[in-house]
């Protein structure tokens, strides 16, 4: 079974900073995209950046030069460190993986996996 768990939601005031973490458990042989998506209350699931197993980073025009997506491969584990914040910026924040992972027999499954979401919260 592979497992998405984000960390390091929380409540900031407008000009903060917070930093969410992914990390990725179980049968894995490897990973290749990982992404941030947020959703805000009424709104749809909007991706946020990606980032690729090489490291190449595309990010939306809202949080271009504010947020920065990173990786550490040996730990399996996406970042999202989020500067000056904004309250447009308050939703629940969930990770994605596109994901090899190894069935009970080794085999191959591919998968694209998903967390519980981490909330943050932007108010004065």
């Known amino acids: 079974q592979v497992q998405l768990v984000e960390s390091g939601g929380g409540s900031v005031q407008p000009g903060g900073s917070l930093r969410l973490s992914c990390a990725a458990s179980g049968r894995i042989s490897r990973i290749d995209d990982m992404s941030w998506y947020r959703q805000a209350p009424g709104k749809e699931r909007a991706l946020v950046a990606t980032?690729?197993?090489?490291?190449?980073?595309n990010y939306a025009g809202s949080v271009k030069d504010r947020f920065t997506i990173s990786r550490d491969n040996g730990k399996k584990t996406a970042y999202l460190q989020m500067n000056s914040l904004k309250p447009e910026d308050a939703a629940v924040y969930y990770c994605?993986?596109?994901?090899?992972?190894?069935?009970?027999?080794?085999?191959?499954?591919?998968?694209?996996?998903w967390g519980q979401g981490t909330q943050v919260t932007v108010v004065p």
């Open positions: 994605t993986a596109d994901i090899l992972a190894l069935g009970p027999y080794d085999e191959y499954i591919a998968l694209k996996s």
């Open positions: 980032i690729t197993s090489g490291g190449i980073t």
